[in-house]
């Protein structure tokens, strides 16, 4: 029989957690902020939010990093036998594909964003106190060019979430195998 200290986890760690956690909360709230302020009118309001945004933007960005560092140097736990029995081989690689893509995705949507404002000529100056380096030079074609993807890459980062969270219900509602006590705080 093994000891406690090698059996293998079945569960993430408290860091993982924190981190997935806490980018759920952001991504969620940032992602309902952008939609709210593209919609309003030219005001110091919008200014604000626009602000607020790019700074979300790249703490999102400082935290997907460190967050991919610590998942690079601590393997996730296996899936329970239970898990892997009520997934076909499909889902088993689309788990694998909607992993990727988001955490590709929490890379490129706020460097596609810092690129735009960059390529706009607006410097982002982190907590209104420290400017960070243009990403790109200012070029209002490229900035055009750019805007657009900035919003594609946001959607389909949205829409993985979306289906991530929609495999967790699936899991935890019709299979029932406690896929989702991985990821949650408290005792196993």
Not at 160 to 183: E, T
Request: charge should be positive; aromatic fraction near 12%.
């Amino acid at each position: 029989m093994q000891s406690a200290s090698r059996q293998t986890p079945t569960r993430y760690s408290g860091v993982a957690m924190t981190f997935h956690w806490a980018l759920a909360l952001a991504l969620v709230t940032l992602f309902g902020v952008g939609l709210y302020m593209t919609g309003l009118p030219f005001s110091p309001q919008r200014l604000k939010l626009y602000n607020w945004h790019k700074w979300a933007g790249v703490t999102i960005l400082a935290l997907s990093v460190l967050r991919l560092l610590w998942r690079f140097t601590h393997r996730a736990p296996p899936l329970s036998s239970k898990v892997v029995a009520t997934m076909p081989g499909w889902q088993q690689l689309a788990h694998h594909a909607v992993h990727f893509l988001m955490y590709a995705l929490f890379l490129a949507v706020p460097l596609i964003g810092w690129a735009y404002s960059s390529a706009s000529g607006f410097q982002i100056v982190l907590f209104g106190a420290l400017p960070l380096p243009d990403f790109v030079a200012a070029d209002p074609e490229l900035a055009k060019a750019i805007k657009p993807w900035h919003a594609y890459s946001a959607y389909a980062l949205a829409a993985l979430v979306v289906l991530h969270v929609a495999a967790v219900v699936k899991h935890q509602v019709i299979d029932r195998d406690g896929l989702l006590s991985r990821m949650l705080p408290g005792r196993a």
